[in-house]
């Protein structure tokens, strides 16, 4: 992957209908492949967010690498970074860190205080948070049968992203034909619902 390249990041209102639809599999793929990390969630709550533009994709040189779900906690004015997840071989190359950029314009421009992330301390992406300037604070137990410290990561909205997000236009990319992606088995969270209850 050249890292020369163009790193553009959208919200899922501004993308086409095929970009749209490409996120919607690689949002799938990503929860499916890495549970363990980002945690399971069902595709309605995808579409739920997606239709508020509250999933955010990140591409380079017009090829889809991740993405970010998260939500507004209008309350306590934070903003939620419930899931980030860059594909394998896009990882350490600053997509984590141009989405979390955009997501903290986004939180400045909505007038969130900070932004906050639950990370699981057994995680590599506990190091990612502390690089891209979170600070750690607080931890709960995990949900479920696994016993996992689970820490509250927070950064100063105002100071990650005081910047006016430019809207998205550069990526006019129609990378859901990529033969990149040529053989690659998306799994379905649906298909893996209805086994599950097998
Ligand atoms: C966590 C994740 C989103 C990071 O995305 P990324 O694109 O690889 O991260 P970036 O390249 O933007 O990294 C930004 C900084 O974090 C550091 N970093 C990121 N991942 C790291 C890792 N696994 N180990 C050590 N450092 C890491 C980078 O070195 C960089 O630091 P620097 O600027 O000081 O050099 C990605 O690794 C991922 O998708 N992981 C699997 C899913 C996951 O764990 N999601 C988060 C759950 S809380």
């Known amino acids: 992957m050249n890292t020369d390249l163009d790193i553009v990041v959208a919200s899922t209102n501004e993308l086409r209908t095929q970009q749209f639809d490409e996120l919607r599999k690689l949002w799938v793929h990503g929860v499916q492949a890495d549970t363990h990390a980002v945690g ?3 595709t309605s709550v995808f579409d739920a967010r997606a239709a508020t533009g509250e999933v955010t994709a990140v591409y380079r040189d017009r090829e889809l690498v991740g993405w970010c779900l998260r939500g507004e906690s209008l309350t306590r004015k934070v903003l939620k970074i419930y899931q980030i997840w860059v594909r394998p071989d896009a990882r350490i190359l600053e997509h984590g860190r141009a989405l979390i950029a955009d997501v903290a314009k ?3 421009g909505q007038k969130c205080s900070y932004l906050e992330a639950w990370v699981a301390e057994d995680l590599a992406a506990n190091v990612f948070w502390k690089a891209i300037g979170f600070t750690r604070t607080v931890w709960r137990w995990g949900r479920g ?3 996992r410290k689970i820490w509250r990561w927070v950064m100063i909205a105002e ?5 006016q997000r430019q809207p998205f236009a550069t990526c006019q990319g129609e990378s859901g034909n ?3 992606w040529a053989g690659v088995e998306f799994y379905d969270a649906n ?6 209850h097998n």
């Not at 100071?159 to 910047?163: L, R, T, V």
């Not at 298909?191 to 599950?196: F, G, I, T, V």
């Open 40 to 42: 399971w969630l069902p």
């Open 106 to 108: 986004i939180a400045h």
């Open 178 to 180: 990529n033969p990149q």
């Open 159 to 163: 100071k990650a992203g005081k910047e």
């Open 191 to 196: 298909e893996r619902r209805q086994s599950q």
């Open 145 to 147: 049968r696994s016993l």
